[in-house]
């Protein structure tokens, strides 16, 4: 399981946007795309 948190502009502060528990896929601020489950067996 992954917490996937976001730099909100707003407040300075870091904000909760998804918990990832399958594949992690992300665009910003860099791409990636991480198999979550098969990080740890």
């Known amino acids: 399981?992954?917490?996937v948190y976001e730099l909100d502009d707003t407040t300075g502060a870091y904000v909760p946007t998804s918990i990832e528990r399958k594949r992690l896929q992300l665009v910003d601020p860099f791409g990636i795309d991480i198999e979550v489950d098969r990080l740890v067996r």
């Open 1 to 3: 399981m992954v917490h």
